[in-house]
Nanobody, 117 residues
Framework: QVQLVESGGGLVQSGGSLTLSCAAS???????DMWWYRQTPGKARELVA?????????KYADFVRGRFTISRDNAKKMVYLEMKSLEVDDTALYFC??????????WGQGTQVTVSS
């Protein structure tokens, strides 16, 4: 079955840390770049971070640079988002994404991150 399944979200205090995980299945994961997005009610989904298929090139949105780290394990078909120094504004539903099949977007169901002040 072709799917992405996110996990690891939860409730954390401001300044805390969480690591999100995304498990991929049903496609050749190691050949696809991966993305993390987030969305809050009433707002468009926004790009958080991306990583190339080899795991050697990572890019970040300005609002998370220096606080979040994206990584992947191609053997396990997993992509991760390590989040530190979390802020209330980081509260969102976080999604991982692959452009699979080419020209389309494959989304998971999302994992909720809530940061309290």
């Amino acid at each position: 079955q072709v799917q992405l399944v996110e996990s690891g979200g939860g409730l954390v205090q401001s300044g805390g840390s969480l690591t999100l995980s995304c498990a991929a299945s049903g496609f050749n994961f190691s050949t696809y770049d991966m993305w993390w997005y987030r969305q809050t009610p009433g707002k468009a989904r926004e790009l958080v971070a991306s990583i190339n298929s080899a795991g050697s090139d990572m890019k970040y949105a300005d609002f998370v640079r220096g606080r979040f780290t994206i990584s992947r394990d191609n053997a396990k078909k997993m992509v991760y988002l390590e989040m530190k120094s979390l802020e209330v504004d980081d509260t969102a539903l976080y999604f991982c994404n692959a452009h699979y099949p080419p020209g389309y977007h494959l989304w998971g169901q999302g994992t909720q991150v809530t940061v309290s002040s």
